[in-house]
């Protein structure tokens, strides 16, 4: 039995143990599905990755620990049968809740929504236990074994602290005093952050849709010629979307995930990790063009990426255990001062043929944040297709709001790119 400390970031994530904050993931497949393949494929999987191994246990201090067991149950797979295209939407929605707290059952689950010639499979993970990067990954892996039972996976160890991602030069007791001054700012942040009565009592939402492959290739096109990126037109639409839908309300802000991945190399693609460091992206008063804003969006996130120090912030983020529950309350009682967080995952390395299926497509990850700012887009793109996810709670943001914002800022991405060519 293996146990390691929750990292700050993941015990972030983690919330407590009535609260379920959950990612879902889902494909579709057209094509037979062996039941006996796809168990096959979990066994494999959970032997792979430690974290599919472990519960999280709560020691005397409050301190939540994952505990990583040879023994573990195997990956519940649910079977349930199809009805409409839209089962997975349902589905999805229903795993938002499912909670994890059960110390003999391990942290994932996979539902198969089963028809007699299309399948969807949805992967459910604690969202302390994964990224976008780890979700793709357990997909990918899972239809290569669907596909080819026989094939093996290479397990890894679970790493025991972050210390192991220090450089051989991290002055400790240097940035221990550097962290103190961190947790008192932070102190003294957290008391004067503006809360709100207003709570996410759980009415969440999520609004699905895809661009054509005409339409994705405009947009993706149009940005090559521009000189900009799909991210930073993403990032400009939706903030002058909320800007004119809002009005004053609107905070002109974008919280953007990074990979860290790009930062520690030691973390490899294929391991399950949680921590995404963000940036944040403002669009500059007064301006009115999406290109030009998308311009500055590219220059300014390509700056501040150089700016990440990924090790650093992990090793810091320890230092400010004494204050996660504050940090939670603040999520859920503080408006923010972002309009989203927009998470775009780019193109999904999956292939889309196999030899036994056929992977129709892909719809991007859902979540349910408890927080009171609960904002977020997904954004991915397979088979030449750009799908999203636009996720947020009646309590803050009503759905009839979010489809008006959702609708400008894709008007405002192509009339820009068309108005220019």
């Known amino acids: 039995m293996i146990k390691r400390k929750l990292m700050m970031v993941e015990r972030i994530m983690y919330i407590d143990i009535e609260t379920p904050l959950n990612c879902v993931f889902t494909a579709k497949i057209k094509g037979e599905i062996i039941e006996e393949h796809l168990r096959n494929a979990l066994v494999k999987i959970q032997h792979k990755h430690p974290l599919l191994r472990s519960s999280i ?6 301190q939540p620990y994952f ?10 797979l649910h079977i349930v049968k199809r009805q409409t295209d839209m089962d997975w939407l349902t589905e999805s929605k229903g795993e938002w809740y499912r909670s994890f707290k059960i110390d003999s059952k391990p942290l994932a689950q996979l539902i ?37 039972p026989d094939n093996e996976l290479i397990p890894y160890p679970l790493f025991k602290s972050v210390n192991e991602f220090l450089p051989q030069n991290f002055d400790i007791q240097k940035k221990s005093r550097k962290a103190k001054c961190y947790l008192l700012l932070a ?18 939402y999520a609004i699905h849709w895809k661009l054509d492959i005409e339409k994705t290739a405009a947009i993706t096109q149009g940005c090559k010629d521009q000189g900009i990126s799909v991210h930073a037109l993403l990032c400009s639409a939706f903030m002058q979307a909320f800007r004119e839908i809002q009005g004053k309300a609107s905070k002109n802000k974008v919280i953007s995930p990074v990979d860290i991945r790009h930062f520690i190399p030691e973390i490899k693609q294929d391991h399950m990790f ?7 992206l403002s669009l500059k008063k007064g301006s009115k063009s999406i290109l030009n804003s998308a311009k500055d969006i590219k220059a300014t996130l390509a700056q501040k990426m ?12 320890e230092q400010m255990h004494p204050l996660v529950d504050r940090m939670i309350g603040m999520l859920k009682s503080s408006p923010g001062g972002h309009d989203i967080t927009l998470s775009n995952m780019g193109k999904i390395h999956i292939p889309n043929a196999y030899d036994n299926f056929t992977l ?33 709670n009646e309590d803050f943001l009503p759905k009839e709001e979010a489809i008006k914002i959702k609708d400008k800022a894709i008007t405002l991405m192509t009339l820009s790119l068309s108005n220019d060519t």
């Open 187 to 204: 102190r003294f942040f957290l008391f004067l952050q503006r809360k709100s009565r207003k709570r996410n009592s759980g009415k969440n």
């Open 57 to 62: 246990q709560i020691e005397h201090t409050q």
């Open 306 to 317: 150089e700016k990440v120090v990924a090790r650093e912030l992990l090793w810091m983020g």
């Open 360 to 392: 129709e497509t892909i719809y991007s990850p859902t979540v349910a944040f408890p927080w009171l700012n609960s904002n977020t887009l997904v954004v991915t793109t397979f088979n030449q297709q750009m799908d999203f996810t636009f996720m947020s």
């Open 67 to 76: 505990v990583v067991k040879d023994d573990m149950a195997p990956i519940p």
């Open 274 to 280: 949680a921590f995404a460091p963000t940036v944040e």
């Open 112 to 148: 198969w929504i089963k028809g007699s010639s299309v399948s969807e499979l949805l992967w459910v993970l604690p969202h302390c236990v994964c990224d976008g990067t780890s979700i793709v990954t357990l997909m990918r892996e899972l239809l290569e074994l669907l596909d080819n």
